[in-house]
């Protein structure tokens, strides 16, 4: 019998969110941020009143993003004041505890607990309709982490390149994700094939449907691929969120998925 073992759980933060959605990825470099960023963008371009977190410490790019490098966290009260992006989204960064950008990070999982909790509880969010949670690549301390602390997780995305590796690890990141009692609100597919600006003939860089086929596979909703885009790419470098047109968009597919599933 485990009665009383609940007791040892985590209480769940004290945070005012309708809806918590995860961004996993199975490794890094797949655009894993690049989605999290737009997919916060375009819910509060929505009107939701939304957060972005990034828990990814080990390589957080959302402040390079946004253009907030330098940004260092400011406390008011009590409280951990999180950036205003725009007036209804507002982002928290692992990378604001840094002292330098260069700095590596060794951290043990009960600190990066301690630090998700503090982002959670002690952040000055206000009432948010959506959580948006970049976490880092794979299913480490932070995924166990959130999904512990956080309350009304409405589920994961889970994004993958269309190679052989990356739909491999982005299948293990689904099994932990479905494990662990999350539900996964789909797969996007991203960097999938470019247009040779010569000769316009699409090139498959990567390969071709990983993504899909993992979806079918796994009878998950397909999101979307999003394709490789030099000005998706600048956009990153430049700190500026780069939201594709709806219609043709992955990342408006994905916050449909997400509202889909309300
Ligand atoms: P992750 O969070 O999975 O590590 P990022 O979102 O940081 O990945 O993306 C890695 C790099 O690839 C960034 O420089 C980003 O701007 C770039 N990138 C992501 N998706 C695309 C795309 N579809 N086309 C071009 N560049 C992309």
Redesign the pocket.
């Known amino acids: 019998k485990t009665e009383g073992c609940d007791s040892n759980l985590p209480k769940k933060a004290n945070i005012d969110v309708k809806h918590v959605v995860l961004v996993l990825?199975g490794k890094?470099?797949?655009?894993?941020?690049?989605?999290s960023v737009n997919l916060a963008y375009a819910l509060s371009n929505h009107g939701f009143k939304t957060g972005l977190m990034d828990l990814?410490i080990h390589?957080p790019?959302i402040p390079k993003?946004l253009g907030l490098e330098d940004h260092k966290l400011q406390i008011m009260g009590e409280k951990i004041q999180p950036v205003s992006v725009t007036g209804s989204l507002a982002v928290i960064s692992m990378a604001f505890l840094l002292p330098e950008r260069s700095t590596p990070v060794i951290w043990r999982g009960p600190m990066k607990m301690t630090a998700i909790q503090q982002f959670l509880s002690d952040v000055n969010w206000g009432p948010l309709d959506f959580l948006v949670v970049?976490l880092p690549?794979g299913t480490g301390d932070e995924a166990l982490s959130i999904i512990q602390l956080a309350p009304n997780i409405a589920g994961a995305i889970i994004?993958t390149t269309p190679q052989d590796v990356a739909v491999l690890d982005s299948s293990k990141a689904l099994k932990f994700v479905e494990q662990i009692g999350i539900r996964p609100l789909g797969i996007i597919e991203?960097?999938s094939g470019m247009v040779c600006p010569h000769c316009k003939e699409s090139i498959d860089l990567f390969g071709k449907d990983g993504g899909m086929k993992a979806a079918e596979e796994f009878k998950v909703p397909f999101l979307g691929s999003?394709?490789?885009?030099?000005d998706?790419?600048k956009?990153?470098?430049e700190g500026k969120p780069f939201i594709i047109r709806r219609g043709d968009s992955p990342t408006w597919a994905a916050v449909d998925a997400v509202m889909e599933k309300l």
């Open positions: 990825s890094g470099g797949v655009g894993k941020s690049t989605v990814d390589g790019s993003m970049d690549p994004v991203n960097m999003i394709p490789l885009d030099i998706m790419r956009a990153g470098d």
